[in-house]
């Protein structure tokens, strides 16, 4: 009986993962093929003669490079800066008592919550007001707001379950309170500030609607925004659609790869945290 549930959590497990694969297989798979076969009916699963075309046209024929290197720079920035912010405020909400600190902290969750549009025209006022409007400035500050309030929610958990006492015992060997953020409480919340910190990438490695409203040119414009140049009144491009897909895609893929260890430790203790 324990075999066969086994075997049956083995089934379900493989079946989970083949759905959730199946469409970057399909994606990859697109790629490569010729824009007949793309559409072709019943779809080949396939390519007959695969080509590398549809790359060619979009790193060296389209301003993907550029939107890729934009959503580098952007997506980047607003994850350090978030950070910077984060951790210090989860850290003074998970530390200390203070008056008003429920409200706060909900309030803090409750920006989380507000939908894109009731801030879009918010947001477009104030970067116009202060000229950051189509620059790196104003979209990293705009995916900064949009990426710290669950930030600092999310690190408050991890801060909380780290032992008061070893913080105390450097502050009576004569550490300042940064001393201890800096030597103690970051390396032991580690796993949970990258959980934090691929999240807030991720979020602005896709982000699309605030892009396609603050950044007006080449320039400043992201791979997300990219993607849709691709497509006009009458026709998309599928193939190049699916090359630049998969440009957009390897970097998280290869983030994941990478920090795969520390991300799952950082979620497994996180769900255990309070």
């Known amino acids: 009986m324990r075999m066969r549930g086994t075997l049956g959590l083995q089934v379900l497990a493989g079946v989970l993962v083949a759905a959730s694969l199946f469409p970057f297989a399909w994606m990859a798979l697109s790629s490569i093929k010729t824009l007949r076969e793309l559409y072709t009916v019943p779809p080949s699963w396939i390519p007959a003669a695969p080509t590398l075309s549809n790359y060619v046209k979009v790193l060296l024929e389209s301003n993907i490079p ?3 290197l934009n959503s580098v720079v952007i997506a980047a920035g607003a994850t350090l800066i978030a950070l910077v912010f984060a951790i210090p405020a989860a850290y003074g909400f998970a ?20 939908p894109t549009a009731a801030i879009i025209v918010p947001l477009f006022i104030v970067l116009r007001y202060l000229g950051l409007l189509n620059t790196y400035a104003g979209l990293i500050l705009v995916y900064m707001i949009l990426t710290l309030p669950l930030c600092v929610w999310m690190l408050v958990g991890y801060l909380r379950a780290i032992p008061v006492e070893l913080e105390e015992a450097a502050i009576i060997d004569g550490a300042s309170r940064f001393v201890v953020l800096r030597r103690i409480v970051f390396p032991l919340a580690l796993p949970g500030i990258v959980a934090v910190m691929v999240y807030s990438f991720v979020t602005a490695w896709n982000e699309f609607i605030f892009a396609l409203c603050f950044a007006l040119d080449s320039r400043v414009k992201t791979l997300p925004i990219g993607l849709a140049e691709f497509s006009t009144e009458f026709n998309t491009d599928w193939g190049a659609v699916m090359a630049a897909s998969m440009i957009m895609t390897l970097p ?18 996180g769900a255990t945290k309070g």
């Open 66 to 68: 550029r939107y890729f």
């Open 95 to 114: 530390r200390f008592n203070f008056r008003g600190k429920r409200f706060w902290q909900a309030s803090i969750l409750a920006g989380q919550m507000l």
């Open 252 to 269: 998280i893929v290869l983030m994941f790869l990478v920090m795969q260890r520390v991300f799952v430790n950082g979620l497994m203790s």
